[in-house]
């Protein structure tokens, strides 16, 4: 099977006091870029998602977008910091002896001083938030999986129609080739009879006219390539797996071969072909960007 770089994947998962979402997309990339958003109370298990992600991907601009609700009432205390009222009171009853005012502080006012009281989240169990947090990925990952298999499916599909229409214009040109030669041939002998009127033909001269000429506009060995490479892509589709980038590197090669074709080809009929055949190759090559 191939798989498309463009996937989604969504997983939900609660407990009696917490709840994690877990949500993917991704398009198309040349290499792996992982992008995730999450809580900062998370931020430590970063590491181990981005090593948990690559059991399923390989390739794609993948952003990721995670969610954390507790719902436990006890998951924030109060502290005091007795040292720090200490030390308020100590300055204040110095500031009234310095300056003879009555020190009229009361625990309330001392308790609004900055750090006197603060609120600080309960320690939380990492190893049970973690479990949590793993099943939410996990089950994201693979409906994003299934997102891009499905996907994959269809363009490996198309991708094969396409590349049998392209052996069909491949086939054209090279029983087309060999025509436009004895066509050339009897061109040439009709101008020259024209042109002698009765006079002998120099049959050398002329085998030799014919010979630089189909030189010159043979392709053989351009179709012959862009034929195996056509069937190499389509066993490598059937293949499956992480193709994406040798069917790259195969379309660059269909693409030369088919621009020679284009450019030797002095026959209307072949360079109509030709041209269909190099906008055929580009359609493949779009969309082949978008296989993992």
């Known amino acids: ?27 198309n990339h040349r290499y792996l870029d992982v992008s995730i958003k999450m809580p900062k109370k998370l931020n430590f298990f970063e590491a181990a998602i981005r090593s948990e992600l690559k059991k399923y991907i390989q390739r794609g601009k993948v952003d990721i977008f995670i969610s954390y609700e507790d719902f436990t009432e006890s998951n924030v205390c109060v502290k005091y910091n007795r040292e720090l009222a200490a030390e308020y009171l100590g300055y204040l ?12 502080v009361k625990v309330f006012g001392l308790s609004r001083y900055p750090e006197v009281f603060t609120m ?8 049970k938030l ?14 994003f999986v299934e997102t891009r298999i499905k996907e994959g499916e269809h363009l490996r599909d198309d991708l094969l129609e396409k590349l049998d229409g392209m052996l069909a214009h491949v086939d054209f040109i090279a029983e087309r080739s060999p025509q436009i030669v004895a066509e050339y041939r009897q061109k040439l002998e009709d101008k020259v009879k024209e042109l002698l009127a009765d006079a002998s033909i120099d049959e050398n001269r002329l085998l030799l006219e014919v010979t630089i000429f189909a030189d010159r506009v043979c392709v053989d060995e351009e179709l012959v390539r862009l034929k195996s490479h056509i069937e190499t892509t389509k066993e490598t589709l059937k293949a499956g797996g992480g193709i994406g980038r040798k069917l790259d590197f195969i379309a660059q090669e269909m693409n030369r071969e088919s621009n020679t074709i284009l450019s030797k080809s002095g026959d209307l009929e072949i360079s109509n072909h030709a041209i269909e055949l190099k906008t055929e190759i580009e359609k493949v090559r779009e969309q082949i960007q978008n296989i993992e």
């Open 120 to 127: 600080e989240e309960q320690s939380i169990d990492e190893k």
């Open 93 to 104: 009853n110095r500031m009234a002896e310095d300056f003879s005012l009555e020190n009229d």
């Open 130 to 143: 973690w479990e949590l947090l793993d099943r939410a990925l996990e089950g994201a990952a693979k409906g």
């Open 1 to 27: 099977m191939i798989k498309s770089m463009t996937g989604f994947g969504r997983c939900e998962v609660q407990e009696a006091e917490r709840k994690i979402t877990v949500e993917m997309k991704s398009v």
